[in-house]
């Protein structure tokens, strides 16, 4: 049989890939400096034109009030944060609606089950 079968789960990273936090001693140090204090993996997400243009225009406020730049990663990164320190079961979820009224408030929140 070649391959893995599509119900397997992938293996886990190995320590080395998991420990991303710089490049490699023969790779150059390119582009921004690597701010990352976890181990961290790079993704690519699709995201709608009106939520980019919301990342962009908070990007931009927020470096016109605090006279700071802030990228749209990190902006993500923050929000996600929240969510996590939140302490809402998001698992709650079943649409990207549910989501969003479990994270604005605008539905109860339900008990865990036992």
Same mark, same amino acid.
């Given at each position: 049989?070649?391959?893995? /079968?599509?119900? =397997? @789960?992938? /293996?886990?990273?190995? !320590?080395? #890939? +998991?420990?991303?936090?710089? /490049?490699?001693?023969?790779? /150059?140090?390119?582009?921004?400096?690597?701010?990352?204090? +976890?181990?961290?993996?790079?993704?690519?997400?699709?995201?709608?034109?009106?939520?980019?243009?919301?990342? !962009?225009?908070?990007?931009? !406020?927020?470096?016109?009030?605090?006279?700071?730049?802030?990228?749209?990663? +990190?902006? @993500?990164?923050?929000?996600? +944060?929240?969510?996590?320190?939140?302490?809402? =079961?998001?698992?709650?979820? !079943?649409? @990207? =609606?549910?989501?969003? #009224?479990?994270?604005?408030?605008?539905?109860?929140?339900?008990?865990?089950?036992?």
């Amino acid at each position: 049989m070649l391959g893995r /079968p599509s119900n =397997d @789960i992938p /293996p886990r990273l190995t !320590d080395r #890939e +998991e420990k991303r936090v710089s /490049p490699g001693p023969n790779k /150059p140090n390119r582009g921004r400096p690597i701010v990352h204090t +976890e181990p961290w993996a790079k993704i690519t997400v699709v995201l709608l034109d009106r939520h980019v243009a919301y990342l !962009d225009r908070l990007a931009i !406020d927020i470096r016109l009030k605090h006279g700071r730049a802030i990228s749209r990663a +990190e902006i @993500i990164r923050g929000l996600i +944060e929240a969510a996590f320190q939140s302490g809402i =079961d998001l698992s709650q979820a !079943d649409s @990207i =609606d549910t989501l969003v #009224e479990l994270l604005t408030g605008s539905m109860p929140k339900r008990k865990a089950v036992r």
